[in-house]
């Protein structure tokens, strides 16, 4: 079975950091994995995504200040969020490639900036 489960959200004042975390069944370079992040009464929006050969994509409304990565060895997603923002409010959620377009969704952890 396949299993996402993030951790890592909280509040923070406007400029801080946060580091999300992404605890993923199975081994995290064999497929994509992404963050999207969905606010109230908006749509999802993915904001990076993390191929299996290593490449990385980041939404124009985060890059340069929030960073995808991951650990192997830990089977673990990281998504490190510099310079928040009160726009950065909203629930993200790990999501991984299944193959086919489907995307298998964790149930997310809520980031709030004020």
């Known amino acids: 079975d396949v299993q996402l489960v993030e951790s890592g959200g909280g509040s923070v004042q406007a400029g801080g950091s946060l580091r999300l975390s992404c605890k993923v069944s199975g081994d995290t370079s064999r497929y994509s994995l992404a963050w999207f992040r969905q606010a109230p009464g908006k749509e999802r929006e993915g904001i990076a995504v993390l191929r299996a050969h290593g490449s990385t994509t980041y939404a124009d409304s985060v890059k340069g200040r929030f960073t995808i990565s991951r650990d192997s060895a830990k089977n673990t997603l990281y998504l490190q969020m510099n310079g928040l923002k009160p726009e950065d409010t909203a629930v993200y959620h790990c999501?991984?490639?299944?193959?086919?377009?489907?995307?298998?969704w964790g149930q997310g952890t809520q980031v709030t900036v004020s």
């Open positions: 999501v991984r490639d299944l193959g086919g377009g489907n995307w298998y």
